[in-house]
């Protein structure tokens, strides 16, 4: 998970401490309502419905297309079919229905049916990346592309990309405007003097973002066991597990993954950048309460907590232990409940499911997690595209499906078709998210699955795009079936990773990133060596190669490789 | 004279049958996986045998079609790259073997350095690109149509060739060309093979180039369609994940499906292998007589 | 020889033949790998895709950067370690199994060796990679049977010490099938007079080996030595990408490993090409190193 969000650190990376300066003055100026909550979300959906009452009634007057007219117009289709371009990556997730494929599926037939909007793919690859660099180079674009930041930043500079602010003012429904202004400090990841360049896709929200502890169920009943408060409370559940089943107690694997989980617990914040007491910004994985977390680990190691040889395993082998029921208790991410959970009901009986506890502190406090930047690109105009206008339509239609399409009476049926077989991966490139989707998500899942099992009628139909999880949710509860114990771990059992995370966002128990947007150079190009030495360093440490004290050596390295001047930069940059 | 076994003959055949097989073991478990249910591997059970025997896998190959359109497009670049290779091939290596070829020295540094130097994806692609190649099969073919490397093996085994041969042919009045088409190239058949093969495997294995240069996906040959069923967990989390759940489940699933293809994937060139082994063993001589 | 120079020289007029042969290749070449060379300058420069290959010069940085890495050293000394013993072995190992491959009376069982070897040639490392890890691991499959015959297990993948061993022998047990081959191709072409005239000089089947099999292997020995020394930085990047883990980047990180690290997290194409660049001039250099020793050492024209 922290290399997945390191990847998305960098999808969210940009070349701009400079563009970020300058967009201060802009951030100063319209930052007068930064508020995040619900409230502002449930208006503007209203106001998106009479938007869509009001344009099914002009597109029958055959509304006029060209750009120049009323905005209130944005919602009506063209007279004459426009032509769009764009590209996309290959996902081989994606299950396409009997006579779809890339170039025709149900987003690209909505688009056609409700704007005369022609969506035609340039390429579709499946190394996204190399060929988006490779026709950027062959200046060969389509019209609207998805990109991170690194490339927002690099087309900005070649003046290849349209500056948006007047398309989405003009064009924009009250969603994406919505957006703006409530995520603004995304959004100013794009802005270039003052300008903004790309929309920010933003992210399905922070609830994600939390590790908890995972222990299997019916050895800890077995046991006897209550639910754990300290980290002795877990090491004796999992120490007992490994003498009564064999194994060992507490999963780790090479990528130290677990590590870096469980060091919350000793107020360490690794893999990002904290404000430290002095008010500077420093690195989490250098601070001092890592030592401890590392003091910890080894003893750890050295009592046989950890496997013997979990420097060499993959994650996939640590799994398989899981699997095979040599060890009961691991800390992980929400998404455990789909991987590898099925494979451990399938191979250990249903009884045997793990459940989430919360990470206990050392000092007894209040839990605190990592908060990350997140931020999964951008979508950005070719500068020579003729129609912004109808870019902006594919656009809103994307908000407006994600958020809104129940208030605007769109029918079960025509939802479940955009969202089924992973297809809005296919729309990467218009698609822009609100960062509250996955916390709404989980209140109305969650509030289906308790009206269910009390026996009250749900109707699905107010679900919307939901419905899977819901469906899935019910599966595990009628039938123990394997397919649905992933959406029931995550969020539809009482005890869930996103039961006890959205506990976490409602009390702002977490840190944030100092790094709020992109990476400065100097992480930019070291970053991910800076982390090897680190990674390379404890895990030393770990198995006893090195004394606890390398720990101050490791340090010194790293700010040699790189670290000194990284922190100078974020300090510059994001620093007060 | 008949030899008797020695003790020494049965350790060998022993010792040899032993090492011989570890090389094909992993492909046993590749077959095993490949028949087996998606639980029993991914609990670890399986080695060398397949556990709950199932053709699941095979079944789900077949019917999405994507394979075989895969398959076939490879075909068509396999054979096409390789008449190509071979063609260039021998027309370069039989003027090179000669050493009182005119400027011959320079010829040989004009190979040798771009054997060691390339100018890199992009300039490439940009060249590929603008000669209006892309989305073509010739995409994937011109680039390497001369493997530098594999033309030098040949050009050695010509030289190891009895001069006599060739001698006999200038005598009768024959040109270079003629030469080379009467005389040489049916003595090249056992090369051919051995360099032969090596544009197959290379042409049959190459995935990169397909994913950069063609734009559909649909229009992928085996191996690049290959790699996108290999993308790891992780980085399907990457791509998405909210409504890809299902997704992602079926993938942790596929192992066994994955497994499939790539035995599928690998069976051609093992097919053909025997058949061209035969001229290896026949007398490839490379280099074994002094130029 | 001085038949066949007057032979050659007979037909100099015809020389135009033999460039017109070469015309078709040259051009694909100079088409393909000469004019793509341009993009070589992107080494020096500060490469942004926007602005092609007209970005920002800046001179030698980027092979500053990269030798001021506190690790380079030690990714430059494991890439020559593990090369060369990979070279070393994959001469010694094909060369022996071909000898005892030779010296089996059954044609048929030759044959069929001979088939199996080559076959795991055609997996990718990344497929094999994956069962290597699951056997070599300290509960694997070999370790078990290490046990039994009573020997203590062995950390393959995660001592430092063991590590690029078990790199090297796992890429010569993969690809010896192919030299040993070649070097069956080479060996069955012997003059079978050779060995009938030693058995009646009395000669030992080691005898004839090391004084008849040997010496009239050496020039292929040397041919394909040669070749590969070509690609000796290439220690490796998909079987030890595959196969290591951070416990065994201090014996087992090799440039290629290395870069492709570093410049993960985006394309760094300009530090990409500094490396490319560095390794064609260290390449360059022990081509013409060995071509030379070939020929002075062994007589031996390669080229």
Sequence with gaps: MKKLRKIMKTAGAAAMSLALVLSMSACMVKDDNGSKDNKSKKTEAKENKDDQGTDEGKSTEGGSDDSKEAPDDIWAPFDETVVITTIGSENSGIQFEEGDDYGNNPWYRAFKDRFNVDLQNKWISNEYSTKLNLSIADRDLPDVFHVDAERLATLQKADMIMELDDVIEQYGSDTIKGYWKDYKDIWDTAVFDGKLYGIPQMSYGIIDQFPTIWIRQDWMEEGGFDEPKTMDDVLEIATSFAEKHGGYALAEDRSLQNFYRLCLSWGAHPGIWVEQEDGSIGYGSVQPEMKEALKAYSEWYEKGILKEDFTTMSSEQMFQDLIEGNCGVTPMEQWFGYNPMPDVIANQGPEAIFLPYEIPMQDGSEFKGSVYFTNYGYNVINKDCENPEAVMKLVNFFAYMMDDAIEGGESEEFINSLYANAYPNLVESIRVINPMTDYNQYVQVKDAVDRYIAGEEVDTSQLGKNVTKYLNCVKWIDSKDKAGIGDWLQQGNDRSAYGLAKGYVDNKQYVEDAMWGAPTETLRSAGSTLDDILKEGFTKIIIGDEPLDYFDTLVEQWNKAGGETATQEINETYGK | MKPKHSAFDVFLTIFLGIVSITCVLPFVHLLAVSFSSSAAVSAGKVTFLPIDFTTASYEYVVSGGRFFRAMAISVERVILGTLLNLVLMILTAYPLSKDNLMGRPFFTTYYVIIMLVSGGMIPTYLLVSGLGLKDTIWALILPGALPVFNMIILMNFIRGLPYEIEEAAWIDGASPFQTLVRVIFPLLKPALATVGLFSMVGHWNDWFSGSIYMSNPLNYPLQTYLQTLLVDFEHLLQSDKSGDIQAILSKMNARTGRAAQLFLGALPIMLVYPFLQKYFTTGLTIGSVKG | ?303
């Design chain 3, 1 to 303: 020889m001085a038949k066949q120079k007057s032979a050659f020289r007979k037909k100099f007029g015809l020389q135009w033949q033999y460039l017109l042969m070469l015309l078709p290749g040259m051009i694909f070449v100079f088409i393909f790998s000469y004019i793509p060379l341009y993009g070589l300058v992107i080494a020096f420069q500060d490469y942004n895709v926007g602005l092609g290959f007209h970005s920002e010069w800046v001179g030698m940085k980027n092979f500053i950067f990269l030798f001021n890495q506190p690790t380079f050293a030690r990714t430059i000394r494991n890439t020559l370690f593990i090369a060369i013993w990979k070279l070393v072995l994959g001469i010694i190992v094909p060369v022996t199994f071909a000898l005892l491959l030779n010296e089996m009376r059954s044609n048929k069982l030759k044959r069929f060796y001979q088939t199996l070897i080559y076959i795991p040639n055609f997996l990718s490392w990344v497929i094999m990679a994956g069962v290597l890890l699951d056997i070599l691991s300290t509960n694997g499959a070999v370790n078990r049977f290490l046990n039994l015959i009573g020997v203590d297990s062995v950390n393959f993948l995660g001592d430092p010490d063991v590590f690029p061993w078990t790199v090297i022998i796992s890429d010569v047990w993969k690809t010896f099938g192919y030299g040993t081959v070649i070097y069956l191709a080479a060996l069955t072409s012997i003059d079978p007079g050779l060995y009938e005239s030693a058995v009646l000089d009395g000669a030992s089947r080691a005898q004839q080996v090391f004084y008849i099999t040997i010496p009239l292997l050496l020039p292929t020995i040397i041919l394909m030595t040669v070749l590969s020394l070509g690609s000796i930085l290439n220690a490796g990047f998909d079987q030890i990408y595959n196969m290591y883990s951070p416990v065994v980047w201090e014996t087992g990180d090799i440039i290629d490993t290395y870069v492709f690290r570093l410049g993960f997290q985006q394309a760094q194409y300009s530090v990409g090409t500094a490396v490319g660049l560095f390794k064609s001039f260290v390449s360059a250099f022990l081509v013409l190193l060995s071509y030379v020793l070939a020929d002075k050492l062994a007589g031996y024209r390669i080229l």
